[in-house]
């Protein structure tokens, strides 16, 4: 079994202040899809959007993330119909693409054992900022991955993809999610790059305080689905991990049983999804915070009763948002469809910019974009007729 062996003090908050800006560099939201990707490029006030693409017609993107380190870098995770999954780069925001060398792959299993395949890379997250080139990348069947050269060439990190405790806890590659079981939610502290987390589905929430030479679960408080034990990780299945920009100290979760949150130094989730609507409920893909207010943050839940149909409750879409921590929640819909809107939103296809007031962007598995420049007060659709959305994330650029 793996576990953290350096002391798990908290760290000194961020003391470096945020900037506030009226209205963010310019704003581009990469956009994943089932069939492609697309990037929507804002003007100054997030009124109106260029479209630009396809790119990869035909392939599934399911994560496309932009290097904050440089402003123009691109990583994106495809997967081919035929050809299977890889890695794609652009230093020019999407006007060019290069595959990757060496994508993510298993270590080759020793004669006689079965190893395991990737079936598709999952989650991107860019290095801290002392680390230029380096990125992290999460897969499915669960595994995990860091490049050292911007995302051209990847190896096995840390030792969790054949530690057996951890392959135990991650289950069968037929279990979990109906698309296949995840490692998502690669988390950097920005204060020390030796401290991580990422997260399972299932498998729960884990953390190492020594750059990956050992990690230990984070689960506790966490409820799992009625009749199964608390007591295994591998019952424990977070949807989407957060930390907050402003206090790095404070993780929001949103997971199959609810609404969390972790103030460390303490180990134990709080449940806060319990002040959602009762007939809303608090089950749901993704979570987005605040980049200055660690006290705000926002969801957008789906039907959680009896079978899951994973549409919006009643046809109704909404976001709610809370700003103190989870106390009270505010359901922001103005704008969206009122009724029959039978979609859902997925864990990475929903993100936040850095501008004031801040802008929320969300993607639909009926391929409708939807954005708010004031904070979910009001949206606006800014793209339909695209393919099931898989990925929105916001960045800025000069």
């Not at 006007?95 to 598709?120: C, L, S, Y």
């Not at 549409?311 to 948002?321: E, R």
């Not at 989870?326 to 039978?342: E, M």
Request: aromatic residues 8%; hydrophobic residues 35%; proline residues 8%.
């Amino acid at each position: 079994m793996v576990r953290a062996t350096k002391k798990q003090a908290s760290l000194k908050k961020v003391s470096k202040k945020h900037s506030r800006r009226s209205v963010p560099r310019r704003v581009v939201l990469l956009v994943g899809t089932r069939k492609g990707a697309w990037i929507l490029h804002g003007d100054a006030q997030r009124k109106a959007w260029r479209v630009d693409g396809p790119h990869f017609l035909g392939q599934t993107v399911h994560h496309m993330v932009l290097d904050p380190r440089d402003g123009r870098t691109i990583v994106a995770a495809v997967k081919a119909g035929h050809l299977g999954p890889t890695i794609y780069r652009s230093t020019n925001v999407g006007r060019t693409w290069k595959e990757a060398a060496q994508p993510p792959a298993f270590a080759r299993a020793p004669e006689g054992e079965q190893g395991r395949t990737v079936d598709h890379t999952f989650w991107l997250t860019p290095c801290h900022a002392n680390e230029p080139k380096a990125w992290y990348a999460g897969t499915s069947p669960q595994g995990l991955f860091r490049s050292e050269d911007g995302g051209n060439t990847w190896r096995p990190f840390s030792v969790i993809n054949d530690d057996a405790q951890y392959r135990g806890w991650m289950g069968s590659p037929q279990d979990g999610t109906p698309d296949g079981p995840k490692l998502h939610s690669i988390i950097i502290d920005p204060r020390e790059p030796l401290h991580l987390y990422f997260a399972m589905s299932g498998g729960g929430v884990h953390e190492t305080w020594d750059g990956g030479k050992t990690f230990a679960p984070l689960v506790k408080g966490m409820d799992v689905v009625q009749g199964f034990d608390v007591n295994d990780v591998t019952m424990h299945d977070p949807h989407c991990v957060r930390m907050c920009p402003s206090n790095p100290d404070r993780l929001y979760q949103q997971n199959h049983c609810g609404i969390y949150r972790l103030d460390r130094p303490d180990t134990e989730w709080v449940r806060i999804g319990n002040k959602m609507p009762k007939m809303v409920g608090d089950i749901g893909f993704p979570m987005v915070v605040h980049p200055r207010d660690a006290h705000s943050a926002w969801v957008f839940p789906m039907d959680g009763r009896t079978v899951w149909p994973r549409t919006s409750p009643d046809g109704k879409p909404a976001v709610y948002g809370t700003d103190d921590g989870g106390k009270k929640w505010q359901r922001l819909d103005n704008g969206l469809p009122a009724n029959q809107a039978w979609w859902t939103v997925k864990r990475q296809a929903m993100s936040a910019d850095a501008g004031d007031p801040v802008g929320l962007y969300l993607g639909t598995t009926s391929g409708e974009v939807w954005a708010t420049r004031n904070a979910g007060k009001r949206w606006a659709c800014v793209a339909r007729h695209l393919p099931e959305i898989y990925c929105v994330e916001a960045a800025e650029i000069d």
